[in-house]
């Protein structure tokens, strides 16, 4: 094992120890420290980032975009840690407790999970965002990023740290690993005895070789393959909008739609009009043989199709033949995030809503819905699409364990 | 990988997508056939065990003790079936719902994991209770017996298969692995496609064999290494009372004392009398140097010491100097399940459960009182000894996740 590996993670269990015993007040002047940190030193993180730009020249402008940090999202990235100040403490909250028969009190308290492990791709905020969110609930986190965008988040952690230094606190509460090699990374999924949980931020790909490699427990987050179902009680317009919106609103994100499934008692009377919608905003269309009898200019769509995530302006269009056809095609073919189905009835609502096994699934609404701040959890870390722990956005709560915590007057079992 | 696993498999999810959806008298009146059915076919569940035991004639008497199945332990598996289905059904249960800033209706509910995998070693109790808890929180089982018990665990699991199908109910809500082989228990640990978390119940050897070698999702149990420290400001009585009830009264279970550390300030006082008491028990005491020059009776306690589970009449002792030497002590070398102070200091207890990083911190009480039933969750699946998902005594709600059911009126995302 790497000996500079082990030492971040020795030091990051210290620094758990410690931010773990800090009162909420304490942690929130903190964040406030690192916010203003990062505006007063803006032109180092854009020097940074500039440095990491021209490296990048070669690359397609979608990840250029992404790596990209200008004064702009400086402030952006400084208010989320304020937002973060401002959310609800959750190892400050004791929501159960009670006497048991022998008189013991039982407290169920939340308690932060210890040390946190971030794998990244080349998108400097979340070397923010991670460290607002893993602070504020008490943790300590290692951040290992792109090498893409190695000198910003340099710049980053540096400044996060310092600001934490200043205000008295454990710099090591935020380690950033400057090795970017892909041999570090993989070591890094196996330090079980320094790191209580890896949460891979990134493509599928990243993720899926987080899921598959690592020994330290993984939530597993982000990978959308979203479904819009339209019932045969639906609503033309209703339909219509929420496929549109759901699909073109942002397409690269993981709540964004990926496929439509359409019942065949509508299908001819709906789909010219939803297609040409879709059409009209530029997406491709990819249907099955009955898809493609009534809308004529959809590509024929392959059995991959089913399981891709195109994170673009492509959908997949299919005709079943019953609500049971649906559940059944949804249930096998989705990453299990968000799914919809568009229907006036109750029962049928309601039957979707039990059978389907997907974190978040809605009645006539748009996928689009699934997010932390939406939800009203104030900030995301991800959305998780395991059922371990965590399903569905993940704000601070899931970033805590619990803790029982008894007291007695010297009881013993007889 | 094996034929016949996968399609245990299959049939374990098709099972599981019926159950979750069974309400919660069906599964109640099922729980209510299965505990008659056991009783009703009591002579056959008895001679399968004692074609077992014969088998197992060489084995300690330990061993034979947990696999005897007599009249008496048919009738507490009966009962362990009733128990449960008298419990809440937490997928009944909506704890959380609340009508979010776009004025969706958004009910966090709580739903069954799917399919359970179990696997465990020569108790036959084993298949009916994991049996009854897990078909209560709507879920399939998967039951890997140790290889000594087969011919019991057979007869009951087919007792139990029956009892569902004259109900009407899928049997395969419950299936046995009748390849008792170490090769089929691998490929069980690897079969990602169909179960959706693993419980390994049994001794150390197994659940380690398993979290490291599993890449379905394992709950890790029953590992215990618990401790009692005696604090400077505890009382005699108080303190003896704890530490010899915690190590004598169960001394094979995990929640049984291992380790005895006390604050010197009042070794040299209460060790005579506490070692006394242990010695009255039959307790082997180990020592580390300062606790052998107060009770000279005291082997020498080796570094390997502090790691081990005895589960048996043995207690190693140390000095500490300091609170935090006993918090220190503690979180290298506990398993992280149960630990007790005795003190009457409320700084020093609060101290104490907060930096003790373990599932259960007790101040003046035994540590065996870490039970599921103990806490009132009526009976329990294990103690989880990890972070993550479910930490502590593990009932019913901690076999299920969650998912978001979200109904909206049209609304999507601009």
Known sequence: ????????????????????????????????????????HQNEIITANQADLAQATDMPKKFTDRLMVNEQRVADMANGLRTVARLADPTARIDRGWINADGLQILQRWVPLGVIGIIFEARPNVTVDATGLTFKSGNAVILRGGKEAIRTNTALANILRAALEKQGLPADAVQLIEDTSHELAQEMMNLTDYIDVLIPRGGRGLIQRVVKTATVPVIETGAGNCHVYIDKDAALQMATDITVKAKVQ??????????????????????????????????????????????????????????TEYNDLVMAVKVVDSLDDAIQHINHHSTHHSEVIVTDSIERGRAFQQRINSACVYVNASTRFTDGGVFGFG??????????????????????????EITGSGQVRH
């Open 250 to 307: 942002r397409p690269s994100v993981c709540n964004a739609a990926e496929k439509l499934l359409i019942h065949r008692d509508v299908a001819a009377k709906f789909l010219p009009t939803i297609a040409q919608a879709l059409l009209d905003h530029g997406v491709q269309l990819r249907g099955d043989d009955q898809a493609r009898v009534i809308v004529p200019q959809m590509q024929a769509a392959s059995n991959a199709d089913w399981d």
């Open 1 to 40: 094992m790497n000996e500079t590996l082990i030492e971040i993670g020795q030091r990051a269990q210290t620094a758990a120890d410690q931010v773990a015993l800090l009162d909420t007040a304490t942690k929130n002047r903190a964040l406030g420290a690192m916010a203003d940190a990062l505006r007063t």
């Open 379 to 404: 900030a995301e870390i991800g959305i998780s699409t395991q059922k371990l722990h965590a399903r569905g956005p993940m704000g601070l709560d899931q970033l805590t364990t619990i803790k029982y």
